[in-house]
């Protein structure tokens, strides 16, 4: 947020995705914000969206987030956002919350990684990407006798675990933008050391009751671990709440930024 010239500070929304997607995944949210005034901005992390980088050879999440800590650097003097991540994008919200304390004005995180900064991760919280079913098909960008460098879901699973409430012209885009995730930058996302600065910017959690990928426990221990400022939980949507029930998310972003106009 910020004003000029005693003008009304504009309220800014940032977008982070989550593994695989990009900007375009959040289309309904950010049509919805502009169109009632508000400012939105999505990043494609590096080797995502359009981004024209081979995700493969991205092995540092400040490689991965890179796009991310440029724009919350060029933002103008006092100019301070309201900063969204998706899923493991909610561990670059983190880190850019740790980085640009003073750009960010409240950090929301919807069925998203978030964990504190100085604690150590659990590998069950943090990590989304887990099934009892093989879903994951992976990549050897340095080779087959190197760790995997990049992930993706299987076609056949990705109705079921990421858009099972949402509709099907949604699925079938997706089916078709959805990339690899660079592995390598996640391994290092969530490990951060304490910032008790980063602790006073006021954080939300979206809960998604009906995720097939992120169960509803995993998000509760989460919540739990690190209790954010605001709850909320929405009863209908998957994994993909920006496809599934775009409106009700839109009505709970405005509820949410209230808050901060108190």
Not at 242 to 260: D, E, G, N
Request: hydrophobic fraction near 40%.
């Amino acid at each position: 947020m910020g004003g000029e010239g005693g003008a009304e500070p504009v309220i800014h929304f940032v977008f982070v995705h989550g593994a695989s997607h990009g900007a375009w995944c959040w289309y309904k949210l950010t049509t919805l914000l502009d169109a009632a005034g508000f400012k939105s901005t999505s990043v494609d992390l590096t080797g995502a969206g359009i981004s024209l980088i081979d995700s493969n050879i991205v092995f540092d999440s400040d490689q991965y987030n890179r796009p991310l800590f440029s724009l919350l650097s060029d933002l103008p003097p006092h100019h301070k956002v309201i900063l969204y991540g998706h899923s493991i994008g909610g561990g670059s919200v983190t880190e850019a919350l740790c980085k640009f304390t003073d750009k960010i004005s409240m950090a929301i995180y919807l069925a998203a990684s978030m964990v504190r900064p100085g604690s150590i991760p659990s590998p069950h919280l943090s990590n989304i990407h887990v099934g009892e079913e093989d879903i994951w098909e992976y990549t050897y960008g340095e080779g087959t006798d190197k760790p995997p460098t990049g992930v993706l879901m299987k076609p056949e699973f990705i109705r079921h675990y990421y858009y099972s409430q949402s509709p099907l012209e949604d699925v079938t885009l997706s089916s078709k933008l959805l990339r690899p995730a660079p592995m390598r930058a996640f391994q290092d996302l969530d490990k951060l050391p304490p910032n008790p600065e980063a602790e006073k910017v006021p954080r939300v959690y979206i809960k998604t009751a009906k995720d097939n990928l992120f169960d509803s426990v995993r998000q509760d221990l989460l919540v739990e671990n690190w209790p954010p400022s605001q709850l909320y939980v929405l009863e209908d949507s998957d994994h993909s709440a920006f496809f599934s029930v775009p409106t009700t998310l839109f009505a709970y972003l405005l509820r949410a930024v209230s808050f901060l106009q108190r």
